[in-house]
């Protein structure tokens, strides 16, 4: 929407179309569809058949998305669509991998990393989904050596790992352990004594104050390992089962603990076993727990690049909307962990490391074997081309991902420029969901800044997320996911993407049900009606569509080509509407973008100005009258219809190819907006309102008395103020078309006619519609002595509420001043009710 409004506003637009190749996603899917076709498993196909199964499914069902874009309308470029795994992004992605390790970014360690199970591979530590969750909080006796009779409780809700345990840890300042520093215990099913060690870390008043220590299995334990130089043991293998020399080897890692927990029971070591609520971390991809591990990984050095990063936002370079993701994102950059790049999968960019052999203990980093073997030959190693061994690890799909604003642009490397980057970059608007903050946004900051020294948006736009109607996420696995392409069959694609705009309010989420498109739906019929009224009248007042098209170049929107009083309310209505919505476009307020072209096409456009031109062409004026209103509403239409391009593309299209016959070779989506000179007229709004609470107060009157529309009633004026008098006067004709009533306005101010309703239009003008033949009075009565209880009992309650000093002196001042205002209305239309009801007896 923010493109399309860009184009239409005179700017150099560019929407480049990409997808990524979602490394662990796409991997597990073709995996999962081999087994079921009970083809041979990945590691027996090989990486080069495997590579070939994945890319026949890309090519299958690798556009499914790219295809639902463009039935919804989105108008990218198609022909510059790119993907991560294409020649150009994949070039980018070596030679950033190579640039950040020369520069000391990037390196090769051995440290706790989060570990799937299921997928087999690592994970960063935004692809790990915390959950709360109930487990089983164990305390467990870890016996002293010298004394068994005495013991330190530990509590663990990871009994499994006690397997690894290579120290028990306390702080130094614990009185109750202090005298334990320095002895050992014995590890509980294991029989192998470990150190009691004194750490500053360990939080006396958490759990026992004492803490198992597991290094290869917990992050925190592991740099507790390293500053005492503890061994690391592990006892979990990478497919989440044992293998530990204890009598569990090849369980299941959660069936492990159950038997654990039996038989630590059996050898009387636990002290008790409480219910402990607490976060658990899940694999994105796989929603299973993932595992704490130590392994041997590639890293980015995360603390140099997100400083400048960091201020780039906190300095306004960089504006998020809404704003409050700013702290989102200062608390993540200020707590950043490098980030794990490397992934043990065959689908995606293969690392660009080079070993001489198995041991890995000597490489280099090259683009290609070639490159290899001039940099071992460098370095004094002499290999054959045969014995290179390249990195089996993939890269993290977000490595090429953070690249974007860059290799969607041609850039493949630091210093490298293009015609379209020297143009589009920096970009304007980055539009993404919150919830990629972390993975995509900051990291393509820190690219961008890191590459070029250049921020690469000035903008990052928010968008809702979409849930259900129980607020739920919508998810496929959930199943409450409408397929777009099904709604879009059922409503139409405008509909749709009317309604998900139009429900989507800057910084909330959309609570949203396929049913609530009918309203997009009805809004399109609304539209559709419209155009299709004022185009059967142009073939009715004009000969022939060149006639047309020649005088309508001459349309101007200004209050001298407007005559009437509804034609100038709806030019100054036009340029109130057109001045809140750019207003809403340069403040990323994107819901406003549909709601207001919705609001002045649906409630001021149609239902009153249409309206009006209905009547107006039925009075047998001179044509030339009925051609320039014609004119006039064609062009209003046709600038509305700009308006709301951006969220309904199909129909506004449509639209305005019926409006400009003959241009077919031209576009809605490539006209600008129209420049108003006409600015807000306070008065002509003032004095269409007038005439507007006149008609919506006979039409409510008449619908709550169940009069039948044909009838022709009767009403009496009577007014104090002589220019409302006259605006009633000039537009009498209009109104009595619009409530179907014949109004008489008296020179003098006149009483109230017996059996007559009065209707309160202003301070100074009141209305009456004489009843006699027009309703049933008992059942009116009956009515007006049920709505005087009903008023009566809410007077009552908003007395009480503002009598009660404790509302007065403690709420808002203008809560207040909205509950008075209230009890204003109310007892004014208590009273109106009481005349009423006596002018019926």
């Known amino acids: 929407m923010e493109f399309a409004f860009g184009r239409m506003s005179q700017f150099a637009s560019l929407w480049l179309p990409g997808t990524d190749h979602a490394g662990i996603a796409t991997q597990a899917v073709v995996e999962r569809k081999l087994k079921k076709e009970k083809k041979q498993r990945r590691q027996d196909l090989g990486r080069e058949k495997f590579l070939d199964e994945v890319w026949e499914w890309k090519e299958t069902y690798g556009d499914l998305i790219v295809n639902q874009l463009k039935a919804l309308g989105v108008s990218c470029d198609w022909r510059r669509s790119i993907f991560t795994m294409d020649t150009l992004p994949s070039e980018a992605v070596v030679n950033t991998f190579i640039a950040l390790f020369e520069a000391g970014l990037i390196y090769k360690g051995k440290r706790i990393i989060n570990w799937c199970p299921e997928t087999g591979t690592a994970l960063s530590d935004e692809e790990v989904i915390m959950k709360t969750q109930t487990d089983k909080l164990v305390y467990v006796k870890y016996l002293l050596a010298e004394n068994p009779k005495e013991f330190i409780p530990v509590a663990t809700v990871r009994p499994e790992t006690i397997l690894a345990d290579v120290a028990v840890a306390v702080n130094p300042n614990d009185d109750r352990y202090s005298r334990f520093i320095g002895k050992d215990v014995i590890v509980p099913l294991c029989g192998k004594m470990v150190p009691i060690i004194a750490d500053e870390c360990i939080e006396i008043g958490f759990g026992t104050g004492a803490l198992k220590v597991t290094p290869a299995h917990d992050a925190t334990d592991y740099a507790i390992a390293v500053r005492h130089h503890l061994p690391l043991i592990s006892v979990i293998g990478k497919d989440g089962k044992m293998t530990d020399e204890y009598g569990f080897n090849g369980l299941d890692r959660f069936e492990a603990r159950k038997q654990i927990i039996e038989k630590l029971t059996e050898a009387e070591l636990l002290v008790k076993i409480e219910e402990y609520e607490h976060n658990v971390g899940y694999s994105e991809r796989a929603d299973v727990v993932v595992e704490p591990m130590l392994s041997e990984q590639w890293f980015v050095k995360m603390e140099p690049l997100a400083k400048p990063a960091l201020n780039a936002v906190e300095n306004g370079e960089i504006t998020f909307h809404p704003d409050y993701w700013v702290s989102t994102y200062r608390h993540w950059m200020t707590t950043i962990n490098d980030w794990c790049i490397s992934r043990q999968l065959w689908w995606g960019h293969r690392i660009p490391v080079f070993y001489t052999n198995a041991s890995k203990k000597d490489f280099v980093v090259a683009r290609n074997k070639e490159e290899a073997l001039t940099k071992f030959a460098e370095n004094g190693i002499a290999i054959s081309f045969e014995e290179l061994i390249q990195e089996e690890d993939v890269?993290?799909?977000?490595?090429?991902?953070?690249?974007?604003?860059?290799?969607?642009?041609?850039?493949?490397?630091?210093?490298?420029?293009?015609?379209?980057?020297?143009?589009?970059?920096?970009?304007?608007?980055?539009?993404?969901?919150?919830?990629?903050?972390?993975?995509?946004?900051?990291?393509?900051?820190?690219?961008?800044?890191?590459?070029?020294?250049?921020?690469?948006?000035?903008?990052?736009?928010?968008?809702?997320?979409?849930?259900?109607?129980?607020?739920?996420?919508?998810?496929?696995?959930?199943?409450?996911?409408?397929?777009?392409l099904d709604v879009i069959a059922t409503y139409g694609t405008d509909?749709?993407?009317?309604?998900?705009?139009?429900?989507?309010?800057?910084?909330?989420?959309?609570?949203?049900?396929?049913?609530?498109?009918?309203?997009?739906?009805?809004?399109?019929?609304?539209?559709?009606?419209?155009?299709?009224?004022?185009?059967?009248?142009?073939?009715?007042?004009?000969?022939?569509?060149?006639?047309?098209?020649?005088?309508y170049r001459n349309v101007a929107l200004e209050s001298t080509f407007a005559k009437?009083?509804?034609?100038?309310?709806?030019v100054s209505r036009l340029a109130t509407a057109s001045y809140s919505y750019h207003e809403a476009c340069r403040t990323l307020k994107v819901n406003e973008?549909?709601?207001v072209p919705y609001h002045f096409l649906w409630d001021d456009f149609c239902d009153w100005f249409i309206e009006c031109l209905k009547f107006r062409f039925q009075e047998n004026v001179n044509i030339d009258v009925k051609q320039t209103s014609l004119l006039l509403a064609i062009r209003i239409f046709e600038e509305s219809l700009k308006m709301l391009h951006p969220v309904m593309p199909f129909i506004t299209e449509e639209i305005w190819q019926t409006i400009h016959f003959g241009r077919k070779n031209e576009s809605i989506s490539k006209q600008t907006f129209l420049s108003l000179t006409q600015e807000k007229n306070e008065t002509t709004e003032?004095?269409?309102?007038?005439?507007?609470?006149?008609?919506?107060?006979?039409r409510a009157t008449r619908a709550s008395l169940g009069v039948t529309p044909t009838i022709v009633a009767t009403i009496q004026c009577s007014t104090k103020n002589e220019h409302e008098k006259k605006l009633t006067e000039k537009n009498r004709y209009i109104i009595e078309k619009l409530t179907r009533t014949h109004i008489h306005i008296d020179k003098k101010n006149v009483l109230k006619p017996a059996r007559s309703i009065t209707l309160l239009i202003s301070s100074e003008t009141e209305m009456y519609l004489q009843l006699e033949g027009l309703i049933d009075f008992e059942k009116e009565r009956n009515r007006l002595t049920k709505e005087i209880s009903t008023l009566e009992n809410y007077v009552l309650s908003l007395k009480a509420k503002l009598s009660q000093a404790g509302f007065t002196e403690r709420a808002p001042a203008h809560v207040v001043k909205e509950e008075k205002h209230k009890l204003s209305e109310a007892e004014h239309k208590l009273a109106k009710h009481r005349i009423n009801l006596r002018e019926l007896e």
């Not at 009437?564 to 709806?570: A, F, G, P, S, V």
């Not at 003032?686 to 006979?698: D, P, R, T």
Request: charged share 20%; net charge positive; proline share 4%.
């Open 495 to 551: 509909a749709m993407r009317f309604t998900v705009v139009f429900l989507a309010p800057l910084g909330h989420d959309i609570r949203f049900s396929k049913e609530q498109c009918e309203h997009g739906r009805n809004f399109a019929t609304k539209i559709w009606n419209a155009a299709r009224f004022l185009f059967m009248n142009r073939n009715i007042l004009f000969q022939d569509l060149n006639q047309f098209a020649q005088n």
């Open 395 to 484: 890269l993290d799909t977000w490595f090429s991902s953070w690249l974007w604003p860059l290799t969607t642009l041609g850039w493949t490397q630091k210093g490298s420029e293009t015609d379209d980057l020297k143009t589009f970059y920096p970009t304007d608007t980055l539009v993404t969901g919150p919830d990629i903050i972390f993975f995509w946004v900051a990291r393509m900051i820190m690219a961008g800044l890191y590459f070029t020294k250049q921020i690469p948006f000035k903008n990052v736009y928010f968008t809702s997320i979409i849930r259900d109607t129980k607020g739920r996420k919508l998810s496929k696995s959930l199943g409450n996911s409408p397929n777009p």
């Open 564 to 570: 009437t009083l509804d034609e100038q309310w709806i």
């Open 686 to 698: 003032m004095e269409m309102e007038f005439v507007i609470k006149i008609v919506s107060e006979i």
């Open 593 to 595: 973008m549909a709601r």
